[in-house]
């Protein structure tokens, strides 16, 4: 699997998750900065996203929808802080209701993705800093870590195919 680690971190309330791909840095970033690609492998396989609003630029937003398998959506967006492309990416992930409006009574994460070339391939950092322990352990029992696993463990399939 691609997934190499995945390290909780409750003093520093960071969820850290490194996967190890045997593609170069840039094909590793068009997964990130192509909204057709994100939508491939961005949230688990029984739930696909589909990206609304795309702009992966500071200040910039991205607006998606995951579908369940019983045909249920639940939204999501990110407000994009820092690009620095092909090798770093961070925003502020959070959930949004129905009409896609941000829900402030749920946790959002600051997020740091960093590419870096490693023995041919690239290696991925995702780190996601939560405010609050009980921010942290409320993510984590909506499935976060699990759900991060297979999402991310789909990358490989679309770099290889």
């Given at each position: 699997m691609t997934v190499t680690s995945m390290d909780k971190d409750?003093?520093?309330l960071t969820l850290t998750l490194v996967a190890d791909f045997t593609a170069p840095v840039a094909r590793v970033w068009q997964l990130w900065s192509d909204p057709r690609q994100l939508e491939r492998w961005w949230g688990p396989p029984t739930y696909p996203a589909t990206v609304e609003e795309y702009d992966l630029t500071p200040g910039g937003e991205v607006t998606y929808f995951m579908t369940?398998?019983?045909g249920d959506q639940y939204r999501g967006w990110w407000r994009i802080t820092?690009?620095?492309a092909p090798t770093s990416l961070e925003f502020t992930d959070g959930f949004a209701d129905a009409e896609g409006v941000p829900s402030a009574d749920m946790p959002t994460t600051s997020t740091r993705v960093t590419?870096?070339?490693r023995d041919g391939g690239t290696r991925m950092e995702m780190r996601s800093v939560f405010d609050t322990a009980e921010q942290m352990e409320q993510l984590a029992k909506m499935g976060m870590e699990e759900g991060l696993r297979e999402a991310?463990?789909?990358?490989?399939g679309l770099l290889t195919g």
């Open positions: 409750p003093d520093r369940g398998p019983e820092s690009v620095d590419l870096t070339e991310v463990g789909q990358m490989d």
